[in-house]
Nanobody
Framework: QLPLVESGGGLAQPGGSLRLSCAAP????????IAWFRQAPGKEREGVSC????????NYEDSVKGRFTISRDNANHIVYLQMNSLKPEDTAVYYC?????????????????????YGQGTQVTVSS
């Protein structure tokens, strides 16, 4: 079991920013590729971004490119998702996920099937 915990969600105005954090107390997230997914009401879960385990390779879903940035703090075993220029359509529950099976060492894909564990999610609401 990997107890992923997301934090940093909340209410933001359009054009505003939020920074989400993903951690797993007692575990070294630097060992795994990590991804962020989101799910809006009535919609399927969709991938947002991912970061590889060791090479720092990142990938982004087209709608967030240039606005969101995923990064790691390996010293503290935290993965961040910096979200800028937020839009109402970014409103969703955001989940982080870990590939503990290390399917693609040094790389990552934004696909739900590539990840073994998900956190409970954090709500992001973008509204004026």
């Amino acid at each position: 079991q990997l107890p992923l915990v997301e934090s940093g969600g909340g209410l933001a105005q359009p054009g505003g920013s939020l920074r989400l954090s993903c951690a797993a107390p007692g575990f070294r997230l630097a060992r795994y590729a990590i991804a962020w997914f989101r799910q809006a009401p009535g919609k399927e879960r969709e991938g947002v971004s991912c970061i590889s385990d060791s090479t720092g390779i990142t990938n982004y879903e087209d709608s967030v490119k240039g606005r969101f940035t995923i990064s790691r703090d390996n010293a503290n075993h935290i993965v961040y998702l910096q979200m800028n220029s937020l839009k109402p359509e970014d409103t969703a529950v955001y989940y982080c996920a870990a590939d503990t099976s290390r399917r693609l060492p040094g790389f990552c894909v934004i696909a739900p099937g590539a990840y073994d564990y998900y956190g409970q999610g954090t709500q992001v609401t973008v509204s004026s």
